[in-house]
């Protein structure tokens, strides 16, 4: 198979763009890919501080590396879960990598800070750890974020990872989700930074890819707390779709993307200051300081809902 | 058997190694295309690796060869 662009020999074909590639131009497409992303859905201004959140997966450290490749002053901020032995070494993929590069990196350890990791604190409190670590890494980093002056958070959701939310949550009907899910989370309000997601039009398999070609040493281990999740039925459809029907994945989303006015977004409505933390939420305390409190022995009431998708 | 004529008798197969474990096929040759079938894997969650490099579907395996198949997302 040879290069649609320059008839050296391919090293990946790309169904859903009808094309084969090189090394070399397969690694410039996906920088077009993020740089074009990037403009169309305005995810970030010139010389903006833009943290990335990093956790030594493939995605997290392809989108740092490509950042940086597109000359935006990036950081990394790496959340140490405490689980035993894979937060490990997934800390030491993220250090090593940060260490060659010599780019800023932040680490922020649930052991060091709080006395206990999310499946000590989950087990404590009887509830399921995925939820509770989305909980938890989403108010670390918003509050991260927006403390240190950034203005743009940027997640290494792809392609897959933004079809799948989207699969469950139209299978669910979850309108609240379908209003926010997007490349772009604007800043709605002082307190909050944008959040952005580079690699939202570019497939896993590309990540993957591009990491296998730039010789990015990820962290390839799942989380051991991930087995039987939901996301991963919905990866699997989709790319059973994609076989069949190469393309669908980049059609599914974009055109979810043209037509999400019609969901009514209220995640802005009702936000206050937590009582006790002084941080965004929608009610008295906001859910981050009730699991403290709750872990550390006080009768505070727990909400059992599922955290946000999307 | 000595340790050579073993050594031969490898070499002339077709080595994968995918998930952490190795598979042996007895094949002269084997596109990639043939062997992700083979291995039921959809094309879409995969790439294969020969010395390094990636491959094409198109590309052909030859005896002595060893591929690594790499997923985009673990298996549990």
């Known amino acids: 198979m040879k290069c649609k662009k320059c008839g050296n020999k391919a090293v990946i074909r790309l169904r859903a763009h009808h094309i084969s ?187 993957l890819a591009y990491c296998i070609l730039r010789a990015i040493a990820y962290h390839e281990e799942q989380c051991p707390h991930a087995k039987g999740a939901t996301s991963r039925s919905h990866k699997e459809a989709l790319n059973l779709l994609e076989y069949y029907s190469p393309g669908s994945k980049i059609r599914f989303y974009q055109e979810f993307l043209k037509h999400q006015g019609i969901f009514p977004d209220s995640a802005s409505q009702g936000l206050q200051e937590c009582a006790v933390c002084g941080f965004l939420t929608t009610r008295e305390r906001c859910q981050f300081c009730e699991v403290l409190e709750h872990y550390k022995g006080s009768p505070l009431p727990m909400r059992r809902s599922e955290a946000g998708k999307g | 058997m000595t340790g050579g004529g073993l050594h031969a008798i490898i070499s002339l197969m077709i080595r994968v190694m995918i998930d952490g474990k190795e598979h042996q096929l007895d094949k002269k040759k084997m596109r990639i295309e043939a062997l992700l079938r083979r291995l039921r894997i959809n094309p879409e969650t995969a790439l294969a690796l020969r010395q390094g490099e990636l491959l094409t579907e198109d590309e052909d395996l030859r005896e002595g060869d060893t591929c690594i198949i790499v997923r985009t997302i673990a298996e549990q």
């Not at chain 1, 689980?83 to 997934?90: H, L, P, T, V, Y």
């Not at chain 1, 990598?97 to 499946?119: C, D, K, M, Q, T």
């Not at chain 1, 290494?156 to 669910?172: I, M, P, Q, S, Y």
């Open chain 1, 21 to 207: 590639l090189c090394c070399e131009d397969f690694l410039s497409f996906v920088l077009n890919r993020v740089q074009q992303t990037i403009k169309r859905y305005k995810l970030f201004v010139p010389k903006e501080r833009i943290v990335v959140a990093v956790s030594g997966g493939k995605d997290s450290l392809a989108l740092f590396d490509i950042l940086q490749r597109l000359g935006y002053p990036v950081e990394g901020f790496h959340l140490d879960l405490g689980i035993d032995g894979f937060s490990q070494r997934a800390r030491e993929a993220v250090e090593a990598f940060f260490v060659e590069r010599e780019a800023p990196l932040h680490l922020y350890s649930l052991n060091e800070n709080i006395g206990a990791g999310v499946p000590k604190i989950a087990s404590q409190l009887r509830r399921s750890p995925c939820s509770l670590c989305g909980l938890m890494r989403r108010y670390i980093m918003n509050r991260f974020a927006w403390e240190k002056g950034f203005s743009a958070l940027a997640t290494g959701h792809n392609l897959d990872d933004e079809g799948a939310a989207l699969l469950g949550n139209v299978t669910r009907w979850q309108i609240g989700y379908l209003a926010r899910q997007a490349p772009l989370l604007p800043a709605f309000h002082p307190r909050l930074v944008k959040k952005a997601k580079p690699l939202a039009l570019v497939s896993e398999r590309e990540v």
